[in-house]
Each structure stands twice: as C-alpha cells, then as structure tokens.
C-alpha cells in the first residue's frame, strides 16, 4: 500500500497547486490506517499549501480540507469550519458527517450537544448522528442540544423556514419517544406554534405509503401532517382542534389519525407476508440515475461507469464552456473516484488497471487515492462538486458571506508566521545588514510592518529578486560577490512608510552595503523565442474587468503545476514555503500592485502581477509542469520565464487573451514548454536578442 500512495505522492509533486493540495488531503486520509503521525505532518501541509492558493481555488479546498481534516483530527476541522466562506453550512454538516463515518462519533456527538450560539445548526448531521450513537445517553444529550439550537434561531429569526423546519421535523418525529412527556409535549406545541405563525403559502405536497396517498394545497397542512403522529400521542385535544381547522388535512387525518405512522401501519396490514431470512443484497454502483451491481459492473469491465464518467469529463474540460473550479470538484472526478473505490472494494490490487482508462493526470491521481482508501478499508467519501457554467465557481464567491474576509485562508493559529513584532533596535532610515546566523535549511523569517522591516536568513540573490521584481535569469552578478551567501536585512523607520518606500530605502542600503552599483541596461543574450505561424489552437477569451466579479483574484481562478525534486539530505524541508514566498509574505507584498485606476490597462497589469506571483517560488530543484488560466501571450512568457534558464520572449504577435489548460507529465520546465508549444501548435527555438537585464556591480 505504502507503494501507491509514494506513486500518488511523487504524482501531486507534478501538479498543480490545487491538485496536489487536494491529493495530500486525501492522501492524509488513507495514511490515518498506516501511519497517524505522517496524516497529521500531511494535512498540515496540504493546508499551509491551500493558504497560498488564488482566492476562490483557497476558499473552496479551505472547505475541502475541514470535511478531510475531520477524518484525521476532528478539532481542527472545526476550527477550520469557521475560516470557511463558501457554504460554511454544507461544509460544518460534512464535517460531522465524516467524523461518524471514520470512527469520531463521540466528537460529532459532543458538537451537536452543545453548538455554538449563533451558528447554524445542522439538523441532518444530528439525525446521522443519534443513528449511530453509541448509547442511549449521548443520543438524547444530541436530541436536546437540535432542540435549544432550533429554538435559538427561532428566537433570533436567523432561521432558514423550509430547511430548519424540514431537517427538525425528520429528527423530532423519528426520536420524540426519547424525551420525557412533558418535555416532548411542550416541543411538539411549540411546533403547531411556530407552524401557523408562519404566513400561510400554496403548495403541492403529497404523502404516499404504497397504495396510500393523501395531498395538500395548503403549506400549513402539509407541516402539521407532517407531526400529526406525536402530536395526537402527547396532545390528542390540540390535535383534533388543529385538524378540524384545515378540511384537507381533517380528512387525511379521518383516514390516518396518526399521520404517517398510520398510513405506514396501514400499507402493512394490506400486504402481510410470512417472517423469512433476510436476503443479502449485493453492492451496487450508482451511473448517473441507475444503480449497477457491483457483479455486473465487475464482468462489464465498469464500462457504463466509465462513460457515463468520461462525458462530464468531455463537458468540463471544453473551452467552450470550462469548469474554472478546482479540479478536486469536477463532477467526473467524483465518478471517477467512485469507480475505483467500488472496484478496490471487490477486486482488492487487481483494480489498479482500471487507472490507465482515465485520461486526465490530475483525476487519475485522485482515482487512486480513492482506491488506496478502499484497499485499507476506509468508507467511501463523498464531496462537493461544482458544475461549469451559471451557478459555479464564479457566483458561489460572488454569493459567498457578505462580510467574510476575502483572504481569510486558515486560523491564526495555523498561520506560518506569527504576528510580526517590530525589533528593538534604534531607528534609522539606514537598513542593518550582518551575516546569518541560521541554518539555510531553516530558511527565512522576520515580519514587517508599516515602520519595520524584519528578514532574517535570506539570500541576497533572493532579495535583489524580490526586491527589483526580476527572474533569476535577468539578473547579472559580478563574479566576486557570493549571491547565495545569506544575511540578516533589519530596518526600524522613525515613521511609519509606504510599502514602496520601505522596499526602495531596502535597496539603497544594500547597494551601500555591499558597494554595488545597480542597473537596468539592455544586453545580448541567448533567448528562448515563442512564434505562432500558425496561430493557436486555444480559445480566445473576453478579458472582464475587476467590477463584474468584485475582485481580480475572483475572475481569474488561475493555477500553476509546480514539480519538486528532493535533495538528498533535505527531505525533511520539502514541504516548507519557498524561500521567494516566504520572503513576499514577510515583506507583506499586496496582493495587487497599486496602480489598479479601474482601466482595462491596469486591469490587465495587476493580472500579470498576480500570474507571475504564482511562479515565484520556482528554483533550481523545482519546475512548472502545468498551467490553467486565462493569459495574454506576454503573461504567459513571463510565467514560464521563472523556470527558465534564460529569457522567453512574445514573438507570436497574438493579441488578446486565451484560455491555457496544458498538464502533462514534465520533469522540467524545458520540457513542459515544448509539451505546451506542441499542444498549442506554437513554436519555441533558441535565439540571440537585446534583453533588458538587471546588472550589478561593484562600485
């Protein structure tokens, strides 16, 4: 088993942020039945990598990680549920879910006995809950807790009418015999209260037990049918005046007095049959709106499953109408999901093969993850899908919680950094420079803030980057000077300063430094050059402005594959934050350059910024392997300079944008650009041009 999960490993390396920050929480999942240690550090850094994500991407697999999360450490995905802001509800109701199905019922149970005041309550997780309680007592402490929490969001009027009503009513009717008497009468009273309080509305709602069927036009009657069994139990006079007020219902309630119970009692009078052995049912794989058993499935090779999978795939991936959400809730990655399960459930390592039937790396990925959790008997997980089009990803974020933040990304106490603190030292607009005095392995570290400054342990090749906003490979180092050497750069303002301020008197004290002079200046170089003489085989999109989704982060919902190689030696840091991410989070880079006037020029400038920002982590032992955005040629060079040795320049002359969705299996970024010419039917060769450089030297 260690195997397929190492293969799925070294696979999410290669993908994209997203993909892989959906592939280590699964993965954290299966390795709760191997090794709880190595589930813990894994969705620790699925989470860290999640933080990082485009807004969008971050705030749906922030919810994917609380549901994943409650599998391994049910107290942190509660405290990951109130970071949420896309469908908090759904989320908190899947946690709880997946904490019964994986063996931490006694912790589900503790939540929905004592929620939080103000929060939703989730009436279908308690209900799931009590079915699998394990005693008497712990099923009636989480009765009572739906009880208080429905009658706070009554009191509040924060309750949802349909839902809350619905969800309360299926546990209440199914569970009332647990309460004493008295406790449940005054429930089952508040009900009729709170039901002809409500503005009478029409309906079309019908009850049905086999041959018995009764309906309603009036939404009151259909909800007092709904209690008329407890009620009739615990208050037969309010039953009968309640009834006799309605005709539809008083007649339903002639024929069936104690609503549904009655009608059920009712079929089973009209249909006795002989006590007989029960009959074990075989499994059964649910295609679309039929049900498969798992016997025929097997002989058929799966092959219903599979097309019914590899159609949604057709429609998501299509230019003309692209699923932009994360891959991890693509409708066919479930099913296929679903596949390999089922087949690893049956056919044990033999349903391996199947994997080859799945076209896409990314959902491949996530099949056999799927599969590794059948093979060490985990229960089959469910998730949230997300269709392409009106009603994805798009209006989810622009109907998300008013006032949720639109970077909440995970609980302070889970941050990387902590709080900045501004460093004693007296103040100078002059930076202090001295050597480090910690492990480069350790990285950097320090804060800022609008009067400070703090980075220890980094490169000075790492600065002069972050610092001029320059790939490696337009910077020009004199040959004495050691960029790699590392350093500590403090600087305490007397005042506070601009974010351009404290970056620009940051360079100037190091040019004094290290007595260097630095320059832009145009120079001859060896270039990789990208032409379309043919044009492009991409789709070409409107490029919308930042007013139609709030946010420029919002519109774009952009990700990059970036591949990591382990060092030998080092294997213990490779799920730290590169050394040029770390530093953009110390020196507090915004997340959009301040030069945003509203103007589709500026629109597209702040884009180029954050797509470039995507790739700077990038370094010798790490590459893009993949991209899907919407890009201008221009960003789309510029992005995949960072992996480079050298520049890459537009030569395509391709005006507007293009919707880019290129993954493949590339070990470098070389070869990744020459997978994504041959796919976009562009051409890259090797060429000499004047290039604008930054130089340094010694003054």
Known sequence: MRDLLSEARENAERATLAVKTAALLHIARVLTKIDSIDAQRTLDEALALAATLPDGEREVLLGEGAALAATISPPQALRLVREVTLDRDSVLERVLFNMVAHGHAADAAAYLSAPPPGEPYP?????????????????????????????????????????????????????????????????????????????????????????????????????????????????????????????????????????????????????????????????????????????????????????????????????????????ECWSSAMEFRKILYKAGQHEGRTAERYLARIPDPALRLFAQIELAAALVGLPQLGGRTIRPGPGGLREMVAMRRPHASQRSGLPAAMHPLPPPRKPRMPPSREPHIAPATASADDGPSGGSGPDFVEIRNASLREMIAQLYSTPHNRIEWPPSLEPDARYDFVLVLPNEESHQTRMRLLQEGIARHFHLSIAQEMRAREVYVLTAPNGITARGVREESPSEFGSVGAGTFSSIAIGARAQPGRAETQSRVPEAMRLQEIMNVPLMPDDGDGSPEAFERIRRHMMRELAVPLGPNKWIGGIQASLTMQALCEMIEHGLDRPLLDETNLPGSYAINVQTDATTTEDFLRLLSGRLGLITTSARRNVRMLVIRLA
Request: aromatic share 8%; charged share 25%.
């Open 123 to 327: 009436f279908g997780a308690a209900l799931q809950t009590m079915g699998r309680g394990a005693d008497d007592d712990t099923r009636l402490r989480v009765f009572r807790g739906a009880i208080r929490a429905m009658r706070e969001q009554r009191s509040s009027g924060r309750h949802d009418r349909s839902r809350d009503h619905h969800g309360f009513v299926r546990l209440f009717t199914r569970h009332w015999r647990r309460l004493p008497a008295d406790e449940a009468t005054a429930v089952v009273r508040e009900l009729v209260d709170w039901i002809l309080s409500e503005p009478e509305s029409r309906t079309n709602a019908s009850f049905s037990s086999g041959s018995q069927r009764v309906q309603f036009s009036s939404m009151h009657e259909q909800r007092l049918f709904e209690i008329l069994g407890p009620l009739r139990h615990l208050d037969a006079e309010l039953a009968e005046s309640v009834t006799n007020g309605y005709p539809a219902l008083a007649s339903a309630a002639a024929r069936f007095p104690y609503g549904q119970d009655s009608m059920h009692a009712t079929m089973s009078g009209e249909l006795p049959r002989p006590p007989r052995e029960p009959v074990a049912q075989p499994d059964y794989i649910d295609v679309g709106h039929r049900l498969i058993p798992i016997p025929e499935a097997i002989r058929t090779a799966f092959n219903d499953a599979f097309a019914f999978a590899l159609n949604l795939l057709r429609d998501e991936s299509d230019p003309e109408h692209f699923n932009e959400a994360p891959q």
